[in-house]
Structure formats: structure tokens, C-alpha cells
């Protein structure tokens, strides 16, 4: 098992900054990827951004050139730096993991998720 914690979300002034991280912790688990995504009021969750293990990036259009993701290997943490926020940045932001989790006698895949931070950019 994969434990997410989040940090770092907040109320911010629109051309603003925030930096969320998002720190994993367990047992017997290597990470194939982590990311951030994000779920509006009445909108459905959606991917921000995304780095894999093997250091491939995506950005959602609407932040890239705004938004950075990064990481931690040494402390299984992953970053959101998020500069020039906008009203419509405004959401809840999840920290999601996708992991191989070795067993005494297999492993398997699975995806874990964050407890949710809130994001708010006033205009």
C-alpha cells in the first residue's frame, strides 16, 4: 500500500503563486508515475500535469507555460509549482500516484490518490 500526503493549497490573488507537494510513503513500491489533478465545483476531474519515472512530462493545455511539475526521488515527493494563477484555477487538487507494489510473492499496478487540497484564486 501507497500513502499520499498533500500540502500546500490555499487562497491566492489571480497572477499569484502556489507550490503544492504531495509526499508518498509505504512499503515495497516503486512509482511508474505522479501527477496532479483537479475537480471543479459541477466539472468533472481532470489531468494537470503528469511525470513519469521516466522523466516524460504532460501539461494540461491551459497551464502549460504556468504550471511545473517536478520530484523529489529521495523523498517520493512531487511538486506543483503554479505561477500566474488564474480565477478559473480554482478547484480542488488531487495528488495521484501510479505504483508497482511488490507482494511476498507477486506485485501489482495500482493507482493511488491524495486526500485533496483546496485551491482558490480570487480575481
Known sequence: QVQLVE????????GGSLRLSCGASGSDFSINA???YRQAPGKQRELVARLTSGGSTFYEDSVR????ISRDNTKNT????????KPED???????VNAQVKTPR???ISDYWGQGTQVTVSS
Open 34 to 36: 505522479m501527477g496532479w
Open 78 to 85: 512531487v511538486y506543483l509549482q503554479m505561477n500566474s494563477l
Open 7 to 14: 500540502s500546500g493549497g490555499g487562497l491566492v490573488q489571480a
Open 65 to 68: 507555460g504556468r504550471f511545473t
Open 106 to 108: 507477486s506485485w501489482y
Open 90 to 96: 480554482t478547484a480542488v487538487y488531487y495528488c495521484n
